[in-house]
């Protein structure tokens, strides 16, 4: 026994050269199971996924492997996959990025941070909702992790003075001269090459009697500090660049059908602000029921030391607030500039009412070309107040004015890191679209073979266990996505999901749609059933983000987890019911407000015209074969 445990912990130890080598052993079969293109292409993106889910290889070298294997195998020219690394989505989530590195540079979102908290007081159930308010919005321009990254220490913080405790198992940083973290890609390449700490105990028993109000006093922990990664999460699926998985899918959407501009930073905000706000709000009731925040009968034992902690709460607020003086100049510019920034993408084509893009010729502007416009001002604006007396002064020292921004400080503050991985999906859906164009023509009989047996497929019991299988698809589109999110990274998982849709219609021409799990084909799927595709695309996207139950789901949620104060037990208990109400609040919101906002009521005409493309038969017979499957 005592060898078999020696050799367990040295294949353990190896298991990530392990995976490395042994994956593509095992996925071999695969090549010589397809036409021999198309093999090479499935190959090479399940390796892909297997080296993300794993995490053999960094993230972010695993995003690289098609400019190595795509040219080898003869599946993709390296001309055409190397730009597919700097598309015009990564420019959006570029300018989003250093607008964030200006915005931390000047400390403003700590000043927006603690303006909000002391607006709503220090009572827990509110100052929850306070901690909550503040890290949705910041989680909205910033990446989850910096957000929650620089409010947990502030929220330690205030909780030591709330209950009058010094903590000493505390892991997060002071709140004074903390430089939060970048990115979330950033902190999962900081971990890998560490295990995950092990579950940690129960903070300390605070100094009181009443052992009601003890336990209820470390509620009060566990609860604020769970809700800082939860509102981050949820935060995060407002904007477009709130997150990565809501680039991917419009990359996606880009890639698999050029003619759409149904999706950009406008028509997402609108629909996903709403969303947010109505889960945020609802997470907050959960969590203040669950950690005692909404009934204050512990709270209420001892009015005069909770009421000295409340003081003392509140000073802290105050004092850190002061503590960052007076906005200077360069505050009140990046503060403007970031306005710019919001406003300039949300109206640039809002559907609702015509955008300033009408003013140029159609198709020249995109959101990319908004973004970057706005963050190149940071780099040359002065961060000082420009005075003529400086001029006329010829005593005045001669120093170079700082801008706004450095391109060095941008550079340390952008995870590169993440723009790899986004460019690695689209890489491997160029192949899979350039797949399907080469093919298109001498495999239409074939395909039209074939039909029966996907129809046959859409007749088994998983498919016929709802009356409209479009709505049926949407629940389990949420459901898949947001388990498997509680292993994967959040920007993998939904790249594993979405490319599989645009491998999927590459291979149903071959008649090897059976290869692939049906509940990983939700764009073919649309496609087939005649469904506009964002209708079950955008569950899978938003889905994503909605991963609560662990601590390794997101990196959040291991950065609260790592304070020590929370158990792994604690977030499965609040967690599981967050992913309930995530998927039913999406699965209405994409049946409702949705719907006008995105179309999602008719099949629109560029999918149309995907379909005639991808199938060479008529919209007539297409019909023919949706109704025959429905």
Known sequence: MAVLAILAKKVWCSRRLLVLLIAPLLLLPVVFALPPKEGRCLFVILLMAVYWCTEALPLSVTALLPIILFPFLGILKSKDVCPQYFVDTNFLFLSGLIMASAIEEWNL??????????????RPVWLIFGMMVSTAFLSMWLSNTASTAMMLPIASAILKNLFGEEEENTVAVGTKGMN?????MQFLARREDKDFPEEAEDPPALADSNKKAEEYRKNIWKGLL???????????????????PNLILLGGIKSAFPQSDVVNFGSWFIFALPLMVLFL?????????LYGGLFTRGWKKDTEVNATGEERARAVIQEEYKSLGHMVFAERAVFVLFCMFAILLFFRDPKFIPGWSNLFKPGFTSDAVTGVSIVTILFFFPSKRPSLKWWCDFKAPNTETKPLLTWKRAEETIPWSIILLLGGGFAMAK???????????????????EKHRFSCLLHTPYWGCARNPAVRAVVVDQRSAAPVGERVSRAGRLHHHLRRHLLHRVCQQHGHHHHLPARH???AQAIRLK???LYLMIPATVGCSYAFMLPVSTPPNSIAFATGHLLVKDMVRTGLLMNLMGIMILNMAINTWAQPIFQLGSFPDWAQDHLTNVTGKPPSLVANDTLLAL
């Open 521 to 523: 084909v939700r764009a």
């Open 109 to 122: 979102h700590r000043r927006i941070a603690l303006k909000i908290l002391t607006f709503v007081g220090v």
């Open 431 to 449: 192949a899979c679209e350039r797949g399907r164009e080469r093919k298109r023509n001498t495999e239409l009989e074939t395909s039209m073979r």
């Open 226 to 244: 769970i809700s800082i990664p939860y509102a981050a999460s949820i935060g995060g699926t407002a904007t477009l660049t709130g997150t990565a």
């Open 180 to 184: 939060p973290v970048p990115m979330e």
């Open 281 to 289: 709000l609802i997470a907050w009731l959960w969590i203040s029921f």
């Open 531 to 533: 469904v506009h595709p």
